[in-house]
């Protein structure tokens, strides 16, 4: 029966993206072949994408870029987790200044990406550590606020149980406040790289000289939308695997072990 679920969760997913695409190739032969509402510089079709995409492929442009912007993503995110977890640890001992620290830091996040852009050339050049810069201050608070709300949300039966069993501080964190505290922080790792994925484009687009947010930006000068829309492309589909193959599969892994789902 599981094995029966996986297979018709493929096939839907599948017959999605083909009914996706049939619908975007429809669209741009109406819109630009049939009843010329748009031109052919403005709207490409996923043939036309296909077709440029293996362009980019064979020139080892696409792949270079691809690796690129995957690499300052792996770095910045990486730097912010930690960053990240040392917050939370700092808002779990802060008793009297916990409510500003936690407002501060919700402010801090609903900034745009774009607004550090600037800060990060002039602190660091055009160079891979503005961009880093940018992707750490653009992920760094959600993730931490995630990992202080699952913290503070344990139920506090779980607490009073370990303490009257006499757990030491280490044993409380490690078979206490880590478990309870992991859907939380899973969730906040999932929208940390959301986050973080967002500002690398923001700061590739503004601030690059390969990735594929570069890709992007010679796409809108050159007025090639068939590279334009094929690198949006891209980026959603990396976004997809990651958000639901891997940050979606944890936490389906972690909830099944918990019988809550």
Same mark, same amino acid.
């Given at each position: 029966?599981?094995?029966?679920?996986?297979?018709?969760?493929?096939?839907?997913?599948?017959?999605?993206?083909?009914?996706?695409?049939?619908?975007?190739?429809?669209?741009?032969?109406?819109?630009?072949?049939?009843?010329?509402?748009?031109?052919?510089?403005?709207?490409?079709?996923?043939?036309?994408?296909?077709?440029?995409?293996?362009?980019?492929?064979?020139?080892?442009?696409?792949?270079?870029?691809?690796?690129?912007?995957?690499?300052?993503?792996?770095?910045?995110?990486?730097?912010?987790?930690?960053?990240?977890?040392?917050?939370?640890?700092?808002?779990?001992?802060?008793?009297?200044?916990?409510?500003?620290?936690?407002?501060?830091?919700?402010?801090?996040?609903?900034?745009?990406?774009?607004?550090?852009?600037?800060?990060?050339?002039?602190?660091?050049?055009?160079?891979?550590?503005?961009?880093?810069?940018?992707? #750490?201050? !653009?992920?760094? @608070?959600?993730?931490? &606020?995630?990992?202080?709300?699952?913290? /503070?949300?344990?139920?506090?039966?779980? $607490?009073?149980?370990?303490?009257?069993?006499?757990?030491?501080?280490?044993?409380?964190?490690?078979?206490?406040?880590?478990?309870?505290?992991?859907?939380?922080?899973?969730?906040?790792?999932?929208?940390?790289?959301?986050?973080?994925?967002?500002?690398?484009?923001?700061?590739?687009?503004?601030?690059?000289?390969?990735?594929?947010?570069?890709?992007?930006?010679?796409?809108?000068?050159?007025?090639?939308?068939?590279?334009?829309?094929?690198?949006?492309?891209?980026?959603? #589909?990396? !976004?997809?695997? @990651?958000?639901?193959? &891997?940050?979606?599969?944890?936490?389906? /892994?972690?909830?099944?072990?918990?019988? $809550?789902?």
């Amino acid at each position: 029966m599981n094995k029966g679920n996986r297979l018709f969760k493929l096939v839907k997913s599948v017959l999605f993206y083909v009914i996706i695409f049939l619908a975007w190739q429809i669209l741009g032969w109406l819109l630009v072949d049939k009843f010329h509402v748009l031109k052919p510089y403005m709207f490409a079709t996923p043939v036309q994408v296909f077709e440029r995409l293996v362009e980019l492929a064979q020139k080892g442009v696409l792949f270079k870029a691809v690796s690129t912007s995957m690499l300052r993503l792996f770095v910045g995110y990486g730097i912010s987790v930690v960053i990240a977890a040392l917050i939370a640890c700092i808002l779990s001992l802060s008793k009297r200044f916990y409510g500003d620290l936690r407002s501060f830091l919700s402010g801090t996040q609903a900034l745009p990406n774009v607004c550090w852009q600037p800060f990060a050339i002039l602190w660091c050049g055009i160079s891979d550590w503005a961009i880093w810069l940018v992707i #750490i201050l !653009g992920s760094t @608070f959600a993730i931490a &606020l995630s990992f202080d709300s699952g913290i /503070k949300n344990i139920n506090p039966i779980y $607490l009073k149980a370990a303490r009257t069993m006499s757990c030491n501080r280490i044993g409380m964190f490690n078979k206490v406040i880590l478990p309870a505290s992991l859907p939380s922080i899973i969730g906040g790792l999932r929208q940390g790289w959301a986050f973080a994925w967002r500002a690398l484009m923001a700061s590739e687009v503004l601030n690059s000289s390969i990735g594929l947010g570069w890709l992007m930006t010679t796409g809108r000068d050159n007025m090639d939308i068939s590279q334009l829309m094929g690198i949006m492309l891209i980026i959603l #589909i990396i !976004g997809i695997i @990651f958000d639901k193959y &891997l940050f979606g599969l944890l936490e389906d /892994k972690i909830l099944e072990n918990r019988g $809550l789902k």
